[in-house]
């Protein structure tokens, strides 16, 4: 219920937020209400991911190729290109299906490694699926992408045809639903007994499989539910830009996915969610009007010798990846629980008082 | 005591059956790519005009192997010590290439330099330079993002050693160049011959570097105190902290080689190919740790075997016509190995340390 709500207050709430004063430079109602469309795309992402790296404490580095996998089977399923003109609706219960598939295909051989290696095949399956896309031109247009897929459409149903590409309400809302399904379903599987079941296998692996969990198929399970939210996400980011190629899948989306994860809260759906609408805005919104801002000032160029500095002149957003990197090392070494806790994670994390007195002997020794 | 024995013959671990086996790969190697280049269907060559063509691209092969095994002696080193995947390993690899970017073109050197002494003096310079600068970037990042997350869960130091990595390629990006930059490439392209062999001076000057320092690292671990260090530590971190190993210094040394090395890659990559970019780390860093892993990680010996391995994988792909998948080649052999042989080649040997 309280999912219900909170996703009805953010419905009204976001879109009245952009009529306050402040806001109203940064652009208008309608470009705010796209862009939390796209925002929504990677909150389904971090929630995804947060069930993987969160709960069941598995490193998925290679995350945006899931995402890769639900936008192509929606550009399959819906494009010219292939011929078909299946509707969104079922196609996202395919794509979720397929990338689920794929991380069953990926998962089965490779979870029995210990953490560090999974890691690295998923980042290497990361850098293979674009590549396969890129390289099998003759199925997937290659570089070029696959064009002209079709819209979502509601077939008259509150007078709502296909979606367009002028009004970015009917996608705003569409993913809030498709949110608010992914998000009451891995809220309650989060208590559930598989839920409980990968917090222990993140905790100790040797004493879960003591107590009897299975725990090649509960990381499976969570492997697969996370790549097919990634897949759900793929459909409907591919719907909404209509246009699907191989560089918008590249391992900087892991990144950027995983920064959202790990800023909000490892383990927690509401940080994660939080910290991908978050990171999210910042980079679209707040890097470019920080620029603009910055260049308004008229800051004079500094002179320091040989190497002079006109603030004017930068453009901040190149330094979006540097901003994560820095992020993802300073809460690793400040605050790994993430901006919003769990709770569970919050006293995992951080040391009872008799290990920090342990620790502290290190820091002394070093 | 078992340590003395290796120390004073420190290649009595290598059976004998070794370099036979390792003789009997690279012919295969090469007659494979001798059929690649004969069945290319662009050139049409005879046997005998396809020999110095696959004679060049084993050779390149080689060249290409040493780069990789440089790097991924780093990764293994630093596995085995701390048992940490260092992603930040390729990162260091890239910065190197800037390095020695930067000080031949500050010191005005744009192509070929033909006197042999000065020759010697800048690649000298150009050396130490880097393996000096990334060493010591190697130990600082050691110190300051690594040391205090040694006893954190396994996760946290994953993380931020991905966090590393983005944060030197993008000040890379941000404080030097987006695109691709061209490097002075001051070795001549003279090309020795001996007898029906063909080597460029570049080739010949690569390989004879990284097996020297190959060797170089083998005796340092294998007969000096340090590195005696080092291997008691990588066995057993505690122990070797109760025997009087100081095991912060041990490890900041280890960062401090592994580095040194992929900084000397560095400056190879920009003598070599004459070409650097911020994002070359990446792709290079994944291969060398496939390197790593194939040779059995925490084994020096087996990362160098393995750097070889993964440059003939992606020489005998470009060569069959299918480059642009070397890519996925090299990637779906890491999960392979992963799931079927983890130890890698030589793994069983030094199995404990992995």
Known sequence: MTIVLALAITAVALPLIVLLPPLNGFGTQRDFVGGFADAGVFVLLAIGLNVVVGFAGLLDLGYAAFFAIGAYTYAYGASPFSGLDIPFWPMLLVGALVAAMFGVLLGAPTLRLRGDYLAIVTLGFGEIVPVVFLNADTYTRGTNGITGLSQPSLYGIFGINGFGFTDPWPYFLTVLIVIAVAFSFLYRLQDSRVGRAWVAIREDELAAASMGINTITTKLLAFSIGASTSGLAGVFYASKLSIVSPDQFGFTVSFTVLAMVVLGGMGNIWGAAAGAFIVYEIQSQGLKQLGAFVQSLHVPTLALGPVSVNLGAIDFINFQYLLYGLALVLMMLLRPEGLFPSRRRRSELHATPDDAADSADVLVQA | ?354
């Open chain 2, 1 to 354: 005591m078992t340590s003395a024995t290796a120390a004073r013959r420190p290649f009595a671990a290598i059976p004998w059956r070794a370099p036979l086996v390792a003789a009997f790969a690279l012919v295969i190697a090469y007659f494979v790519i001798l059929v690649g280049v004969l069945a290319d269907p662009s050139q049409h060559l005879t046997f005998v005009g396809a020999i110095p063509q696959a004679q060049a691209q084993f050779i390149n092969a080689v060249t290409i192997g040493a780069i990789y095994a440089l790097i991924a002696l780093g990764y293994t080193m630093v596995y085995g010590i701390i048992e940490l995947i260092n992603f930040a390993h390729g990162e260091i690899f890239m910065c190197g290439s800037f390095v020695s970017w930067w000080l031949l073109t500050t010191l005005g050197f744009s192509g070929a330099i033909s006197d042999p002494l000065l020759l010697i003096g800048v690649l000298i310079l150009a050396f130490a330079v880097s393996m000096l600068v990334m060493g010591i970037v190697g130990v600082v990042i050691e110190r300051l993002a690594y040391r205090r997350l040694r006893n954190a869960p396994r996760l946290a130091p994953l993380i931020t050693a991905i966090g590393v990595s983005f944060i030197l390629q993008n000040i890379v990006f941000v404080a030097i160049s987006n695109s691709i930059v061209t490097t002075p490439q001051i070795i001549p392209n003279t090309v020795l011959t001996f007898g029906p062999v063909t080597v460029g001076l570049i080739n010949l000057f690569t390989i004879v570097l990284a097996v020297g320092l190959m060797v170089a690292l083998h005796l340092f671990i294998s007969r000096t105190r340090l590195g005696r260090a080092m291997r008691s530590t990588a066995i057993d971190r505690e122990a070797a902290q109760l025997m009087g190993v100081d095991i912060n210094t041990t490890i900041a040394l280890t960062f401090f080689i592994g580095s040194a090395l992929a900084g000397a890659a560095g400056v190879v990559q920009g003598l070599y190919f004459g070409i650097t970019v911020f994002n070359i780390g990446f792709q290079a860093g994944l291969k060398a740790f496939t390197a790593a892993v194939l040779g059995g990680i925490g084994n020096t010996t087996g990362a160098a075997l393995g750097g070889f391995v993964i440059g003939f994988l992606e020489v005998i792909s470009s060569v069959w016509g299918q480059g642009r998948w070397s890519e996925a080649v090299v990637f779906g052999m890491l999960v392979l190995v992963l799931v079927f042989r983890p130890t890698g080649i030589l793994g069983q040997q030094l199995g404990d340390r992995a």
